[in-house]
């Protein structure tokens, strides 16, 4: 679904990322972990065309995509939920659900499975996302996402600052979706124990190169939680 062959990426003289390649698969959640400012946020923005690459390439459905605009790459079927959110603070819940239909027809329906994975936001219509919590503002920026149905979700340390029973919950949506089959999922995460349990794939980014990669059942084995520990 998702290829990425040694893209390198720098802001002024500095290096940012190093020849990273990754491949995300369908059906599959590939857990990226790693420090806080080692450019894992970077690696997603430049997936999604939010920051240049210098050199390198990024294949989505076998098509090379990293010339491309945000726009286009998320009409191509790519969902982004960005850390921190970003819901639209003055808008209601269905207006915020309806911005991630934003480049589909006038009248496009919001899915109503968006509703059965997140219940709660159903009974908070009409409630503006800014008076919702912080744990309802992150299950709104993932339906948000999931909107326009994507064939990739890529989603930035979802469980931050979010209190445990919604991350399971958030837990519970990222399984269900990828063994669903007809999606792929790219999934950043410190919280390590989240991570371990959702990865069928896991990459370690330190200083804007990958030390390590695998399988997610592998994690415990290959000492993944201390390459991570603050």
Known sequence: MLNVKNINQYYGGSHILRDVSLQAQIGRVTVLLGRNGVGKTTLLKSLMGLVPIRTGSIEFEGKAIHNATPYNRARAGIGFV??????????????????????????????????????????????????????????????????????????????????PSIIKDIG??????????????????????????????????????????GLGKDMEAQGVRQLVAI
């Open 82 to 163: 960005p850390q921190g959110r970003e819901i639209f603070a003055r808008l209601t819940v269905e207006e915020n659900l309806r911005m991630g239909l934003a480049y589909k027809p006038a009248g496009t329906p919001v899915p109503a499975e968006l509703y059965e994975l997140f219940p709660v936001l159903k009974q908070m219509l009409g409630r503006r996302g800014g008076d919702l919590s912080g744990g309802q503002q992150q299950q709104l920026a993932i339906a948000r996402a999931l909107a326009a149905k994507p064939k990739l979700l890529i989603l930035d340390e979802p469980t931050e600052g979010i209190q």
């Open 172 to 213: 519970r949506v990222i399984r269900m979706l990828a063994d669903r089959g007809d999606m792929a999922i790219l999934l950043v995460e410190q919280y390590y124990d989240f991570a371990q349990e959702l990865a069928d794939d896991y990459l370690v980014m330190e200083r804007g190169e990958f030390i390590a990669r």
